[in-house]
């Protein structure tokens, strides 16, 4: 399973913080930002479970950013 999110994140200091509180909060979980995106994509992988978006945005507002899912354009 696979999300991808749009957020705010611009600084590779706050992305790698938040890449490790995602680590820790959600395990299974394997999280990475591309801040070279004009989006500053968010993507989440789960190999074995399925991804909640709501917990992770509302992580990521905790921590003082914004975050949506990207829909699925296919």
Known sequence: ???V???NVKAR???R???AQIHQ???GYRANFDLEDCDQIL????PE???QPGSLIQLLQEAGFQAEVLPDDF
């Open 1 to 3: 399973m696979v999300e």
């Open 5 to 7: 999110f749009r957020t």
């Open 13 to 15: 200091r706050h992305a």
């Open 17 to 19: 913080r938040l890449v």
């Open 25 to 27: 909060n959600f395990q």
């Open 43 to 46: 993507r989440v992988e789960s």
């Open 49 to 51: 479970e399925r991804i």
